[in-house]
């Protein structure tokens, strides 16, 4: 059987680490906050957005909430945002997806500073991820390859598999694992055989968001296996992830549950970054 990765384990110490920085970071008269920007009722986003506010307190990091309704006007968001990037108090943005659909998202989002970008999805701070200087990377990202790094020591030449190219997680990821000398492959919707291309792969990391995509015929005896799919079974509250896990975890060496997983991660990432954007 697989070694699990508890996620919710690895995040609660991460955070003490955190706390304690925000501890130092207060001693120099400084209060870190982020604002939470978020627009129309998508449930899951709500859940995700109180989640947040939690742990920022919970690390000692303020936080407000920007409610804004479903049949918010462009301009709006973008006003608020203007006037958070002029606001000195403020050191971390995060505009919450998925949007309505009237809304564009990378127009809005491009208009956070990149300095307070906290989820590093503007363009300027992508581009500096893939040409390799220093930026803020999105959170869920950084918080497979820290899972990654509880089991494997060195990943460097090691083959990794990425499913999914969204800019908020699969693209950036490929990044972060080439830029610690993985050999990568990306797949997508339009990828041919992908069992066989994940077979090969010794860290497999599923971004698809199809339950239980990925069955134990992608997988390597032995491989580490990180699910960062989050989907609803019918409207449901149960989560499951794009691993079938009492499948895979007879054949893998390590894998990642869902819940518990990388969630934690992310939202720890959060905080991480915030006080990494504090001057
Ligand atoms: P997304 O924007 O919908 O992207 C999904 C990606 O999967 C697309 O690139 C798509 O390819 C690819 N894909 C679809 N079918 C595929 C197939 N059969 N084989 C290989 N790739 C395929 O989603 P996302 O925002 O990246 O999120 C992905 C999942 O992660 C969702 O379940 C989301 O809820 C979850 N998530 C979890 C966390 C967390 O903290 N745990 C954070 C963020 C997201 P094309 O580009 O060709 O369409």
């Known amino acids: ?6 996620g919710k384990e690895i995040a609660e110490k991460f955070r003490n680490q955190i706390k ?7 001693k120099r008269g400084i209060e ?12 899951a986003s709500k859940i995700y957005i109180a989640g947040k506010e939690k742990l920022a307190a919970s690390v000692g990091i303020s936080s407000t909430v920007h409610k804004f309704s479903n049949d918010t006007e462009e301009n709006e968001i973008a006003e608020l945002i203007e006037k958070l990037n002029g606001d000195e108090k403020t050191h971390a943005i995060l505009l919450q997806s998925p949007l309505p659909r009237h809304l564009q998202f990378r127009r809005l989002v491009d208009l956070i500073h990149p300095s307070k970008d906290v989820d590093g999805l503007t363009t300027l701070n992508q581009g500096k991820l893939f040409t390799g200087e220093p930026t803020v990377a999105p959170c869920t ?22 499913l999914g190219r969204s800019s908020i997680v699969g693209k950036p990821l490929a990044q972060l694992l080439l830029n610690a000398n993985c050999t990568v492959t990306l797949l997508h919707s339009y990828s041919k055989d992908p069992p066989d291309i994940c ?13 239980l995509f990925i069955g134990s015929e992608f997988v390597k005896p032995g491989a580490t296996v990180i699910d960062v799919g989050i989907s609803r079974i019918d ?10 896990f009492e499948e895979v975890s ?30």
């Open 1 to 6: 059987m697989a070694k699990i990765i508890n």
């Open 20 to 26: 304690e920085r925000a501890i130092e970071i207060k």
């Open 32 to 43: 870190p906050h982020i604002a939470l920007i978020n627009t129309g009722d998508d449930p």
């Open 141 to 162: 990202p950084l918080g497979v390859l820290h899972l990654l790094h509880t089991v494997h020591e060195n990943i460097a030449g090691l083959h990794a598999v990425v």
């Open 199 to 211: 077979k090969t792969a010794d860290l497999l990391i599923s971004a698809v968001g199809k339950p």
């Open 235 to 244: 409207g449901s509250k149960k989560i499951v992830g794009d691993v079938d």
């Open 250 to 279: 007879r054949v893998a060496g390590a894998i990642t549950p869902v819940p518990n997983g990388v969630g934690p991660m992310t939202i720890a990432y959060l905080m991480h970054n915030t006080l990494g954007l504090v001057v």
